[in-house]
């Protein structure tokens, strides 16, 4: 039977629906506590209490819709258009950077301007390499042994993506597009002692990005010791900190927060987590990270079992989007809690934001649909 027969009438994993439903519900309502006084106070607002929840519920009305349309979409059609799509995310990440098209934000060239909205390139790709990693590894799965048959190809195509971001600058996009690149290559096969220099160079590369560049490496220093200079380096932290120890177990309470009138930057976005922490408190917190690790669990279960019906493309997607989700979360996370340094990485799923939050609906989407045909073959036997 043609796989364009399966349609997605079937039952769902409903745990995993329902997870990422939660998350998207408590990132709107923790998206607009925290940004009411920046709303209320900037001019290009409006002086509106509401500005960031309206733009933040259309965020998620586009990302249903874009949901729905892509949980139409069988693995085998996004196998087959892996190559054409990732090619055209890198023609987006070029794009990005041409004067005139790309918009500089905060000494950052990352979002293409469509009317009053932003498109961010580098939030697609982390999707694209997901679906074109899992592609390239299925194809050359005969390879993975090979050191220039089976990762050197890979890591030609990661370079110049590497090269893209670094211009932006993006250097939390890159850390994840990476892992996601690696996590899949690993769990495809790759020869575990080419995977080990792997790591290790990658690390080496890392360290030196960071030393070669002053703004990054005053992000380390920092991040080690962010009481020493609170109010410049530190100051990010410092706050963040503070907002988690005003919090203690249970919180302040829900829009009780101070550390979001203007003390913690980016309190909507990036270092969302720490007002969590602060109104919600030890509580507020671990229910998040509760949910992150059912999802993810959740996102491995549903690979493991495409596995078992020797569906290998569907069931690498399906990890690598667990890696996606794992690896940002995680990045960000250890970020407000200052066990990381400061990186511009939003908290999936939760965090304000256009294209990542209509990216995170539409991988739930293609992990449901895995799910759905991995259950259509195991009623009917093959797709």
Not at 369 to 375: P, S, T
Request: hydrophobic residues 55%; glycine residues 10%.
């Amino acid at each position: 039977m043609r796989l364009a027969a399966a349609r997605p009438t079937g039952p769902l994993d409903e745990g995993l629906a329902w997870s990422a439903v939660l998350l998207l519900a408590f990132g709107l309502v923790m998206v607009y506590s925290a940004s009411i006084a920046m709303a209320e106070a900037e001019r290009f607002t409006g002086f509106r209490a509401h500005y960031f929840l309206a733009r933040h519920s259309m965020y998620l009305a586009i990302g249903a819709v874009a949901a729905v349309l892509a949980f139409q979409v069988p693995l085998a059609v996004w196998q087959r258009a892996a190559p054409w799509l990732f090619m055209a995310g890198v023609g987006l990440l070029v794009l990005v950077l041409i004067p005139g098209i790309g918009r500089e934000v905060n000494g950052s060239r990352r979002w293409i301007p469509l009317g009053p909205a932003g498109f961010q390139p580098s939030e697609v790709a982390k999707f694209l390499v997901v679906i074109y990693a899992a592609d390239y590894t299925v194809r050359k799965a005969a390879f993975m042994h090979d050191l220039k048959k089976g990762f050197l190809p890979m890591f030609a195509v990661m370079f110049m993506v590497a090269g893209l971001l670094l211009r932006e600058p993006d250097f939390g996009a890159l850390v994840v597009v990476t892992t996601i690149a690696m996590a899949i290559l690993f769990l495809g096969g790759l020869n575990w002692r080419i995977f080990a220099v792997l790591v290790a160079g990658l690390a080496a590369a890392f360290v030196v990005l960071i030393v070669s560049s002053p703004y990054r490496l005053q992000r380390i220093l920092g991040f080690m010791d962010p009481w020493a200079d609170a109010y410049g380096k530190g100051y990010q932290l410092s706050h963040s900190l503070i907002a988690f120890g005003r919090g203690e177990w249970l919180g302040v309470g829900l829009g009780a927060s101070v550390e979001k009138l203007f003390y913690l930057p980016e309190a909507h976005t990036d270092f969302l987590l720490a007002v969590i922490g602060e109104e919600l408190g030890f509580a507020g917190v671990a229910t998040v990270l509760a949910l992150f690790a059912f999802l993810v669990a959740k996102a491995f279960a549903v690979g493991r079992q495409a596995t078992s019906l020797e569906r290998y493309y569907p069931a690498l997607v399906a990890q690598g989007i667990g890696v996606w989700i794992a690896a940002q979360a995680f990045i960000n996370m250890g970020v407000n809690l200052g066990l990381l340094p400061t990186k511009g990485l939003t908290l999936p799923f939760l965090s304000y934001g256009g294209t990542g939050i209509v990216m995170n609906c539409v991988a739930v989407a293609v992990l449901l649909r895995i799910d759905f045909e991995n259950r259509y073959v195991m009623r009917r036997g093959s797709l």
